[in-house]
């Protein structure tokens, strides 16, 4: 679904980020992107929808390669959640502002309605339609910036940090989302610092930061690998950490 080829990219005058990434996400698989504070996860996905550049390597979704297409091109493709989105809302009311992409596609206001409505539902918003985002909560507010994403039904999904600050309920919410998208056949980039909910959510790690050349791994790789960890500087989840304490005496 989402292949990267040999991605480098370095910001002016600053040292590689990454060189030589590979990385592929298939149809229904959470890819966890993980690394210290300024590892370069951002700046990844901002060469996933066009915002950035790479150096080399190339895109692609599909098998098609974003490479030289526009980033409202790439947006119809792949849809992002940016850290804090709750911040970038600025319609009057919840449906408009879900219905604001739908119809730059120049999609008929019939299916845009549908296409709202599904969305608001998806998100746990479908008694909020009517409210302005302002009035809303942060989750709220958040969830209406992932349901403006849904609502332009992307084959791939990024999310910079969607879990954080959110409580139980409403992590268990976005859980809910993130699963039904993956039955949908969706590929999912997952930034998190949060390894409990990478473990719980993800199938494969790429750790960006750690000195080496960022690979793949399997979920149960990466958790399994203490030095790698290390250099991520990640802590391992509790059910590893418990598992390390062996059986009690
Ligand atoms: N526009 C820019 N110009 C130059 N350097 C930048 C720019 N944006 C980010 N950087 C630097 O690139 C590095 C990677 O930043 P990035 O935001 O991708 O990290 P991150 O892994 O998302 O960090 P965090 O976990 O704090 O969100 C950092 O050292 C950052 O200061
Ligand atoms: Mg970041």
């Known amino acids: 679904m989402l292949t990267l080829t040999d991605l480098s990219f370095a910001y002016p005058s600053q040292g590689p980020l990454f060189a030589g990434l590979n990385a592929q996400v298939g149809a229904g698989e959470v890819l966890a992107v993980v690394g210290r504070n300024g590892a370069g996860k951002s700046t990844l996905l901002r060469l996933l929808n066009g915002l950035l550049r790479p150096d080399t390597g190339e895109v692609a979704v599909r098998g098609r390669s974003t490479d030289g297409l526009k980033v409202h091109e790439i947006a119809r493709d792949i849809g992002t959640l940016f850290q ?22 120049r999609i008929p206001d ?15 918003l479908g008694d909020q339609a009517q409210r302005h985002p302002l009035d809303l909560s942060m989750a709220e507010r958040r969830f209406t910036a992932l349901a403006s994403i849904l609502a332009m039904h992307p084959a791939v999904l990024l999310l910079d940090e969607p879990q954080r600050g959110l409580d ?13 998208e993956r039955e949908a056949g969706k590929a999912v980039v997952l930034i ?27 979920v149960e790789d990466f958790f399994s690998d203490p030095h790698l960890l290390r250099r991520a500087h990640v802590d391992p989840p509790g059910r590893i950490r418990l598992a390390s304490l062996g059986p009690s005496q």
């Open 84 to 105: 804090m989105p709750e911040q970038q809302l600025f319609a009057a009311r919840v449906q408009e502002e879900v219905a604001f992409g739908p119809r730059q596609l």
């Open 110 to 124: 019939a299916e845009v309605k549908s296409r709202v409505d599904q969305a608001l539902q998806q998100t746990f």
């Open 168 to 180: 139980r309920r409403w992590t268990e919410r976005l859980e809910t989302i993130i699963a039904n």
């Open 192 to 218: 998190c610092h949060d390894m409990d909910f990478v473990d719980r959510n993800a199938q494969s790690v790429l750790a960006l930061g750690t000195g080496e050349t960022p690979v793949v791994q399997t």
